[in-house]
């Protein structure tokens, strides 16, 4: 369902900029940027804090809807109640809207420029994610999830994975997580400012790199000592997965519009080392 893709879309990149913003300003600002800043980020956390309050909320209405395949499911109390009270993705829900609710609370009624209470309620919110995952595969309405080897473990998901493919060797799954911010703001701040940001920025490009790649060596362990097989993709492998797609979705992709087209071009030229 597109409508749930962009749902999610919308709640993720909500629930992230919240943390992002506050855990940056409680843990690693100075005193005076936090000072700063701390006006205008609370404005955007705020609204960012609704719009995953309502996300969620409309995130339980399409799985209503889908659970039942009828549209009309997502509009009818009785359904989304029915999911809440009688599935585990509708028990794991029902706890994720109450941190999205709190979270907004705290910014709301916490004291300004104060960070740690808002870092803390969007990171409860955001590991909260986790049970839906593992709500579904246990009672059997997902049968398999792709996502980072970091996710993996966090998820605790070899509580009911009988099986891991390892993505260590070579993998045609790639996260993109860049950190952005405002060219604007940052052609505004002082050049010593702009210094400490790109370093800073650099720095965190490389202990992301090891990190993910830690993790990557680490959920095979995790999995293995749950009991659950572990099997490794390897170069041979993804290239007939590339060969199949090339054939297939990539074709059916490129033909939507020149643009599509383009963008598909320029990934293939992409080499990961």
Request: hydrophobic share 55%; charged share 15%.
């Given at each position: 369902?597109?409508?749930?893709?962009?749902?999610?879309?919308?709640?993720?990149?909500?629930?992230?900029?919240?943390?992002?913003?506050?855990?940056?300003?409680?843990?690693?600002?100075?005193?005076?940027?936090?000072?700063?800043?701390?006006?205008?980020?609370?404005?955007?956390?705020?609204?960012?804090?609704?719009?995953?309050?309502?996300?969620?909320?409309?995130?339980?209405?399409?799985?209503?809807?889908?659970?039942?395949?009828?549209?009309?499911?997502?509009?009818?109390?009785?359904?989304?109640?029915?999911?809440?009270?009688?599935?585990?993705?509708?028990?794991?829900?029902?706890?994720?809207?109450?941190?999205?609710?709190?979270?907004?609370?705290?910014?709301?009624?916490?004291?300004?420029?104060?960070?740690?209470?808002?870092?803390?309620?969007?990171?409860?919110?955001?590991?909260?994610?986790?049970?839906?995952?593992?709500?579904?595969?246990?009672?059997?309405?997902?049968?398999?999830?792709?996502?980072?080897?970091?996710?993996?473990?966090?998820?605790?998901?070899?509580?009911?994975?009988?099986?891991?493919?390892?993505?260590?060797?070579?993998?045609?799954?790639?996260?993109?997580?860049?950190?952005?911010?405002?060219?604007?703001?940052?052609?505004?701040?002082?050049?010593?400012?702009?210094?400490?940001?790109?370093?800073?920025?650099?720095?965190?490009?490389?202990?992301?790199?090891?990190?993910?790649?830690?993790?990557?060596?680490?959920?095979?362990?995790?999995?293995?000592?749950?009991?659950?097989?572990?099997?490794a993709l390897d170069i041979a492998t993804v290239g007939k997965?590339?060969?199949?797609?090339?054939?297939?979705?990539?074709?059916?992709?490129?033909?939507?519009?020149?643009?599509?087209?383009?963008?598909?071009?320029?990934?293939?030229?992409?080499?990961?080392?």
């Amino acid at each position: 369902m597109t409508a749930l893709a962009l749902c999610r879309f919308a709640h993720f990149l909500a629930a992230m900029l919240v943390f992002g913003a506050s855990a940056y300003l409680w843990l690693y600002a100075p005193e005076r940027l936090t000072r700063a800043l701390s006006p205008a980020i609370r404005r955007v956390t705020l609204v960012a804090s609704i719009v995953a309050l309502l996300t969620a909320m409309v995130w339980l209405a399409l799985e209503s809807a889908s659970m039942a395949d009828d549209w009309s499911a997502a509009l009818d109390p009785a359904a989304i109640g029915a999911v809440l009270a009688d599935t585990g993705f509708g028990h794991a829900w029902a706890a994720h809207l109450l941190l999205a609710a709190a979270l907004a609370a705290v910014i709301v009624f916490g004291p300004p420029g104060e960070w740690a209470a808002t870092s803390i309620a969007s990171a409860a919110l955001l590991a909260s994610l986790g049970l839906v995952g593992h709500a579904a595969m246990q009672t059997g309405a997902c049968d398999a999830g792709i996502t980072s080897s970091t996710s993996l473990i966090s998820f605790r998901l070899e509580e009911v994975a009988k099986h891991l493919t390892s993505g260590a060797g070579a993998s045609y799954w790639f996260m993109l997580e860049p950190l952005m911010m405002s060219k604007s703001v940052f052609d505004a701040l002082p050049k010593n400012h702009q210094e400490i940001i790109l370093a800073v920025g650099s720095e965190l490009e490389a202990f992301g790199k090891k990190g993910a790649q830690d993790d990557d060596t680490e959920v095979a362990k995790v999995y293995e000592k749950a009991g659950a097989k572990v099997a490794a993709l390897d170069i041979a492998t993804v290239g007939k997965w590339r060969d199949i797609a090339r054939d297939t979705a990539w074709k059916d992709y490129a033909k939507r519009t020149p643009l599509s087209a383009e963008l598909l071009q320029l990934a293939e030229r992409i080499t990961v080392s």
